[in-house]
């Protein structure tokens, strides 16, 4: 992942988060808690590289 794809996941992220603060259907909001967790775990992903696999 480049820096620019992980600075589109965190923007996709932020998304993600007022979806859930706005939708009042339990589907869409399990369906976007689902996806920002895979894009924190991706965000996760590509800092750890960055720090030379520290993590």
Known sequence: ??????HVEYDLL???INRMFL????KELHVEHEYAK????RIYD???ARLNNKC
């Open 23 to 26: 939708t009042d259907d339990l």
């Open 1 to 6: 992942m480049t820096e620019k794809e992980v």
């Open 46 to 48: 590509y800092h750890c």
């Open 38 to 41: 895979k894009r924190i775990e």
């Open 14 to 16: 932020k998304g993600d």
